[in-house]
């Protein structure tokens, strides 16, 4: 099945910004019924986000963080995350930013998949991992960074979610993944660190 009759062409392209982080542009396209029109987005280096299970007598918790995000204006419950530094692997962008906003390493660590949190005018993509038989040390955060690290129980990170407290994208989106996982629905092949 073909795509083709979806499919917009860029015809131009001006950068709105070249930030330290960001770099935006605004697109002339050509849209499939050949009308023109203009796109604006930004693009982004891409991110990790690790789902942390700590093993426990009590049972599996989770290994979140609460973070000011001040685009929002709020402080947020997330999974752990982190965006990629140029060239650098996703899975070891996972370990760094496991290790710096938490403490935490890793023994056996999963790819799950990706996500695209923001299509409409982004393209971010942010790779899932899950992480487990987890080893806490020291937390090596950046000098701007400023976050609680805390644990919760699956079933308290899932009401969070159903109530409104958690919304962010990624941590909505690592919640299910988490979700089909315990269920054993989404299995995952985990690969054990030397």
């Known amino acids: 099945m073909s795509d083709d009759h979806l499919i917009e062409h ?3 392209q001006e950068e709105l910004l070249h930030g330290n982080f960001l770099h ?3 697109d002339t396209v050509r849209l499939p019924n050949q009308s023109l029109a203009t796109r604006e987005y930004v693009v982004h280096p891409g991110a990790v986000m690790v789902i942390p299970m700590l093993e426990t007598p009590d049972g599996l918790r989770l290994v979140l963080e609460r973070q000011y995000r001040y685009p929002v204006g709020q402080v947020m419950i997330e999974f ?10 996703p899975f070891l ?7 710096e906003e938490t403490g935490y390493t890793a023994r056996q660590w999963v790819r799950a998949g990706v996500l695209h949190p923001v299509i409409a005018y982004s393209t971010e993509v942010i790779e899932i991992w899950f992480a487990k038989d987890l080893t806490l040390g020291e937390r090596q955060l950046d000098s701007e960074e400023f976050l609680d690290v805390f644990t919760a129980t699956p079933a308290e990170l899932m009401a969070w979610c159903r109530d409104g407290q958690v919304t962010d994208a990624k941590t909505l989106t690592g ?20």
């Open 10 to 12: 860029r015809l131009s």
């Open 24 to 26: 935006a542009f605004r």
């Open 80 to 89: 752990p995350a982190g965006k990629l530094d140029p060239g650098e692997d």
């Open 93 to 99: 962008c996972a370990q760094r930013e496991l290790m």
């Open 175 to 194: 919640a299910l993944w988490l979700q089909n996982v315990l269920a054993g629905d989404w299995p995952l092949t985990w690969q054990t660190l030397p």
